[in-house]
Every structure is written in structure tokens, then in C-alpha cells.
């Protein structure tokens, strides 16, 4: 079991920057990657950006040299830095843990945090 709690979310105003925290605990071992996807109004949740055994990372199309994702093995904590922020952006980021393809390759969410971005 993972669990998994976000912050950092609010209001900012296009341009801003934001900086999501995702802290993880329980079998924090188990985990090959974390991420942070979105769900905006009236769409389908996609993935924003994914960093894989601390290391690795991928962005999509749409974010790439905006956002960065990093993450504090210390802490057991997965940031995400949004700079130039635009109102496409404004959604509910979900923090996401997926276990070891041995294990199965499980996903655990958390309760998400919204980012809204005024124009």
C-alpha cells in the first residue's frame, strides 16, 4: 500500500508559477515511478509529467520547458514546478505512484489538488 497527499495548489494568474508537493509513504521501496496528471473540467484525466525510479523523466507535448518534475528521495516527496503557466492548465493534478512490474505494476492516486489559472 502507498499513500499519497498533495499541496501546492491555488490561484495564480497566467504567467505565474506554482510548485505541487507529493508525499508518499507506506511501501515507498515498491515504487518504479511517480507522476502528476490532470483533469480538466469536462476531460479526461492525462498525464502531465512522470519521473521513473528518481531518475528518468517524460513531459507531455504541451508542458515540455514550462514544468519540470523532480523528486526528493530523502523525503519521499515528488515536486512539480509550473512556470508560465496559462489558463489551459487550470484542472485537478493528481499525484500518482505505480508499484514494480513484479508487483504488478498497481497504481495509487491521491486526492488531487486544484491549480487554477485566471487569464
Known amino acids: 500500500q502507498v499513500q499519497l497527499v498533495e499541496s501546492g495548489g491555488g490561484l495564480v494568474k497566467a504567467g505565474g508559477s506554482l510548485r505541487l508537493s507529493c508525499a508518499a509513504s507506506?511501501?515507498?521501496?515498491?515504487?518504479?515511478?511517480m507522476g502528476w496528471y490532470r483533469q480538466a473540467p469536462g476531460k479526461q484525466r492525462e498525464l502531465v509529467a512522470i519521473?521513473?525510479?528518481?531518475?528518468?523523466?517524460n513531459y507531455a507535448d504541451s508542458v515540455k520547458g514550462r514544468f519540470t518534475i523532480s523528486s526528493d528521495n530523502l523525503k519521499n516527496t515528488v515536486f512539480l514546478q509550473m512556470n508560465s503557466l496559462e489558463p489551459e492548465d487550470t484542472g485537478v493534478y493528481y499525484c500518482?505512484?505505480?508499484?514494480?512490474?513484479?508487483?504488478?505494476?498497481?497504481?495509487?492516486w491521491g486526492k488531487g489538488t486544484l491549480v487554477t489559472v485566471s487569464s
Open positions: 507506506g511501501s515507498i521501496s515498491s515504487i518504479n515511478a
Open positions: 500518482n505512484a505505480q508499484l514494480l512490474p513484479a508487483l504488478g505494476g498497481v497504481n495509487y
Open positions: 519521473i521513473i525510479r528518481g531518475d528518468t523523466t
